[in-house]
Nanobody
Framework: QVQLVESGGGLVQAGGSLRLSCAAS????????MGWFRQAPGKERESVAA????????IYADSVKGRFTTSKDNAKNTVYLQMNSLKPEDTAVYYC????????????????????WGQGTQVTVSS
């Protein structure tokens, strides 16, 4: 059972930056593909970014392309989401998730492609 713990959320002004971290308990973390999702009040959970087990492939939602970057440090069992040029519409609870198998670029944004989830961290962007 993989346990995921997100950190780094908070309150930031529009145009600012935050870096989210997601630490995994499992020593085999390096084998997992990882995804980042977010959920705003009253909305469905949506994909933000995903990365393969070795970091060789990353995908991003159109709404965050050019502003967000995900990376994976297998030696530290941690995946990161660097968020720049934040907008009020980025306000949400952000979740990281782990997939035993990379679902492919076509399906990496699906919630049901992931096996383990963190508890989420709140990101609030003020205008």
């Amino acid at each position: 059972q993989v346990q995921l713990v997100e950190s780094g959320g908070g309150l930031v002004q529009a145009g600012g930056s935050l870096r989210l971290s997601c630490a995994a308990s499992e020593r085999t973390f390096g084998r997992y593909a990882m995804g980042w999702f977010r959920q705003a009040p009253g909305k469905e959970r949506e994909s933000v970014a995903a990365i393969t087990w070795n970091g060789g492939t990353t995908i991003y939602a159109d709404s965050v392309k050019g502003r967000f970057t995900t990376s994976k440090d297998n030696a530290k069992n941690t995946v990161y989401l660097q968020m720049n040029s934040l907008k009020p519409e980025d306000t949400a609870v952000y979740y990281c998730a782990a997939a035993v198998r990379w679902p492919g670029t076509l399906y990496a944004g699906r919630v049901d492609a992931y096996d383990y989830w963190g508890q989420g961290t709140q990101v609030t962007v003020s205008s």
